[in-house]
């Protein structure tokens, strides 16, 4: 497997515009969860999904976050609008509902709002 | 609700010496516990994990950690730096259930200095 990926790597887009940011889980994973990297906070948990479903999404930081997970091979981030504080990297990850207890990391995008 | 504490955001050791990072963890069950390592603009990659077998955890690159409910603990060490150990640590924790997302710490940055 070619691992959790990631669209696109790098996003540099102007302030008020839309971000869509894209994920692949690993095939045969139920769990999908969005994180946030950046130097204040670390990483925190956006939102994360279990067959589909979104299960918690407390850590979304405003109404401007939305995410999707249509079917079991794709997930959506979009923020609308950017502002230059959502600059940040984003990461995917997934996990099986059973045996490994670990998530898989995508290599992340890196938001940059100016 | 669950927490991690890594006490150091920048540790900085000679090549050959002994690498020690430090983590500790608040949960109320019976906890999941992570390592992972970033290298510079890529994802998180598992190191080693505690799922509740053996307290001593061995795991990739020569890396350590050692489980002590007692002091609530889970420290990473390494008996030799290497130089391509330069690289960000997060220490995780997650519910023994496996249900529920890793939680990480603010992370540490190990610099290696020859």
């Known amino acids: 497997d070619a691992g959790v990926i990631q669209s696109p790597r790098h996003e540099v887009t102007e302030m008020g515009q839309e971000v869509t940011l894209r994920c692949k889980p690993i095939?045969?994973?139920?769990?999908l969860f969005w994180y946030r990297q950046t130097m204040m906070r670390g990483l925190e948990l956006l939102i994360y999904?279990?067959?589909?479903?979104?299960?918690?999404d407390s850590g979304m930081p405003e109404d401007r976050f939305s995410a999707k997970m249509p079917n079991a091979s794709f997930s959506t981030l979009k923020i609308q609008p950017s502002e230059p504080r959502d600059s940040a990297v984003y990461f995917c990850?997934?996990?099986?509902?059973?045996?490994?207890?670990?998530?898989?990391f995508g290599q992340g995008t890196r938001l940059t709002v100016v | 609700a669950q927490s991690v504490t890594q006490l150091g955001s920048h540790v900085s050791v000679s090549e050959g010496a002994l690498v020690l990072l430090r983590c500790n963890y608040s949960?109320?069950?019976?906890?999941?516990l992570f390592w992972y390592v970033q290298y510079p603009n890529q994802g998180l990659q598992l190191l080693l994990k505690?799922?509740?077998?053996?307290?001593l955890v061995k795991g990739i690159n020569g890396f350590e950690a050692e489980f002590k409910k007692s002091e609530t603990s889970f420290h990473l060490t390494k008996p030799s730096a290497h130089m391509s150990d330069a690289a960000e640590y997060f220490c995780a924790v997650s519910e023994s259930s496996g249900n529920t997302p890793l939680v990480f710490g603010k992370g540490t940055r190990l610099s290696v200095i020859a």
């Open positions: 990850a997934s996990r099986p509902s059973t045996g490994n207890t670990e998530a898989f």
């Open positions: 949960s109320s069950v019976p906890p999941y």
């Open positions: 505690y799922t509740s077998a053996a307290t």
């Open positions: 095939s045969g994973h139920d769990y």
């Open positions: 999904f279990n067959n589909n479903v979104p299960i918690d």
